[in-house]
């Protein structure tokens, strides 16, 4: 009879028997069920089975945490219940059926733009400081040049003086800055289509040159091709065979035509794979793969994103001269946030010089609703920032969305927080289309295309400065107050964001229960031991963890590490009491009764132990020092696996934890770490 032989039979009963249960797997802490019918699974009853340390559902999949001791507790279950377990990725595979195609579509995004999220909020802060470095009017030309002397361009408009044009410091750092800044945003196709690879298990490096294809300087800067005449394009900016052309036209910071190049990709290698002979595959895969998805991106994925671009902007500028302009006002101040989405909305620029160019007064009315958007955007991460900001991890990336989004960049805000959540989103397009509706009902007009976000102002033509402070105010305070509106009445929250609250009371329950079963022991025998640190790392609070499983110390207190060399050594005398054959984890008992989990990275187990050498077995006795596993930190990171590894007490309920480093420095493999001891 296995350990967890009758309480696998009462998680198979609850869970909705075997005909419930499309797959099963397990990690390093939980099981991983993929049901037919999720409804049937008895939430209560299972959390009252002794092993269970909490539920939750994730992406299609029905999690149950266990602990350390899961691996025998998976394989009691699958001895019970008769279902063959499968490997990680094809429980995920089989978790997208219990998916609506809408929920299958955001899940493949947000997975797609998870791994780049990091880059995009970096790029979002340095455009922003860059928009108020060469954006903002610092001073009139006139004081300088002139003598005195207010300097009038040709339409009657002051001159102003930008920071960069008065300090030669500040234009020295702003050119510099113009070099990550066009790394992330001008080649971000590049990041889109390695992403796509990475998601779909195909060959990474092909991404990349895909996505270079679409940015290169061979071709038209997406950019120029709207001030580029079309006949200077049909002479020199196509590919000339013969009987027919292509244009050489770039998709710089474009995100449909590179998504679809992407999948496209992914799509015709796994065809090509299943096809031709392993013998051959090195050779004939890639060229048959790569060379149709050019072909395909700059013939019919490409155009279709730019047919797109051009259909929206007939409509903005039939709405902005048309009889019903506030309705127009209120839709476009509605739809620019998504239009950020797909790189669609780099087209106002377009339309923002031919409204200035045509019109008497040399204005636009285009402009001061993309700002009011920006702002909108920025005040409904700023609402989510209020509300989680006791979360260190989530406050990290809400305070910097929200100053990238009130400086004019929202795509930090977007991929990294509103669209993620939701309803932050829809509450910035509430206010965003409110604010738009005021904005075109006043007639609000830019003298130019100016800094997005708060500084927008200075773009706005005096006369209309007071009417768009108005409608700044409202792009602040409608977001915020609806983000705290649906999230107080539970309308389109996210449901993961749900399960973390009721994680959080689950946990303090299984704390309480924890407490209650292990006071006996703990009179028994008093607990007192000092815990080095198992490598060299620097020390972050556990609260960081990129899982939410550790994050929220279900698994119990510790800390994060996060290493800078893959060389794992025994934090404290004892023996080995588990170690998965994925080699990715590792739990010691100390010779002071002390329970010790250590996790190598994020979602390594569908590595299968690639990049993982161990030095010891389940079972052996260790030394503080002693080698325990090996890992190779450039294959966690080509795999796209967050190299953190949280080091958590698991029998921590009768046991104070006390941190010997600060949060955020570097400790030296085998330095004091922390100190564990009875309470009182």
């Known amino acids: 009879m296995g350990k967890f032989e009758q309480e696998a039979k009462q998680l198979l009963k609850a869970i909705g028997g075997q ?252 065809f090509w794979r299943k096809r031709i002979p392993e013998v051959i595959s090195m050779i004939f895969v890639p060229f048959l793969s790569l060379i149709p998805a050019i072909i395909l991106a700059h013939t019919i994925l490409g155009p279709l994103g730019w047919t797109l671009g051009k259909g929206i902007s007939f409509v903005v500028l039939a709405g902005l001269t048309g009889p019903v302009k506030w309705l127009f006002g209120a839709i476009f101040g509605a739809l620019y946030a998504p239009l950020v989405i797909t790189g669609l909305h780099h087209m106002t620029n377009a339309i923002d010089t031919q409204l200035i160019a045509d019109t008497a007064s040399r204005t636009t009315g285009l402009w001061p609703m993309i700002a009011l958007s920006n702002i909108a955007q920025g005040s409904a991460v700023l609402a989510y920032y209020l509300m989680n900001r006791h979360d260190e991890r989530q406050a990290e990336v809400s305070v910097a969305a929200t100053i990238s989004a009130y400086l ?110 292990t006071a006996q022991s703990s009179e028994a025998k008093a607990i007192k031991a000092v815990i080095k640190s198992p490598l060299t790392a620097t020390v972050k609070p556990l609260s960081e963890a990129v899982d939410p499983v550790f994050a929220q110390g279900i698994m119990g207190q510790g800390l994060l590490l996060q290493p800078s060399q893959g060389e794992l050594v025994a934090p404290v005398n004892g023996v080995v009491t588990v170690l998965f054959p994925t080699k990715h984890a590792i739990g010691i008992l100390s010779d002071d009764g002390v329970e010790i989990l250590m996790h190598i990275g994020m979602d390594t187990v569908k590595l299968e132990g690639k990049g993982f050498v161990n030095h010891v077995q389940q079972g052996d006795r260790v030394a503080v020092g002693d080698p325990l596993l090996s890992f190779d930190m450039a294959v966690l990171a080509a795999a796209g696996c967050p190299t953190e590894m949280p080091l958590v007490i698991t029998n921590q309920a009768q046991l104070h934890l006390e941190l010997l480093v600060q949060d955020h420095k570097t400790v030296k493999s085998g330095e004091e770490l922390l100190t564990v001891h009875s309470l009182a």
């Open 19 to 270: 005909e419930n249960i499309k797959a099963v797997t397990h990690c390093a802490t939980r099981m991983r069920f993929v049901l037919n019918d999720n409804s049937q699974a008895d939430v209560k009853a299972i959390e009252k089975i002794a092993a269970v340390k909490g539920t939750f559902t994730n992406a299609g999949q029905f999690q149950v945490i266990i602990g350390n001791e899961v691996p025998l507790f998976y394989n009691d279950f699958t001895a019970v219940s008769g279902i063959e377990g499968v490997s990680k990725e094809a429980a995920k595979s089989a978790a997208k059926s219990n998916q609506n195609p809408l929920q299958q579509a955001m899940t493949l995004l947000a997975e797609i733009f998870t791994p780049i999220i990091p880059a995009i909020i970096v790029g979002g802060l340095i455009l922003g400081f860059r928009n108020i470095l060469d954006g903002v009017p610092f001073e009139f030309l006139g004081q300088h040049m002139e003598k005195g002397k207010l300097v009038f361009d040709a339409a009657g408009h002051p001159v102003w003086n930008k920071i960069v044009d008065v300090s030669p410091f500040w234009a020295g750092v702003d050119q510099f800055l113009w070099l990550p800044g066009e790394a992330i945003f001008h080649f971000l196709p590049v990041g889109i289509t390695w992403s796509v690879t990475r998601k779909m298990g195909t060959t990474q490096i092909l991404g990349i040159v895909l996505g270079i294809c679409l940015v290169s300087p061979q071709l038209l800067n997406a950019y120029a091709v709207a001030s580029t005449p079309a006949s200077e394009i049909a002479k020199n900016w196509v590919w000339d065979f013969g009987a027919f052309t292509v244009r050489k036209i770039g998709y710089q910071a474009q995100v449909i035509p590179a998504l679809l190049a992407g999948l496209s990709l992914s799509y015709l290698e796994i």
């Open 408 to 517: 004019g960049v929202t795509e930090p805000a977007l991929f990294g927080v509103n669209l993620k959540y939701g309803y932050p989103f829809v509450a910035g397009m509430i206010g965003s289309s409110l604010a738009g509706l005021l904005s075109t009902s006043f007639n609000v007009q830019a003298n130019s295309i100016g800094v997005g976000g708060l500084p927008g102002f200075m773009a706005i033509n005096v006369k209309y400065m007071l009417p768009f402070f108005l409608c700044m105010g409202v792009a602040i305070l409608v977001p915020i107050a609806f983000t705290f509106f649906f999230r107080k009445a539970g309308i389109m929250t996210k449901v993961e964001d749900e399960a973390r609250q009721e994680r959080l009371t689950q946990a303090s329950r299984i704390k309480a229960s924890q407490a209650g079963s």
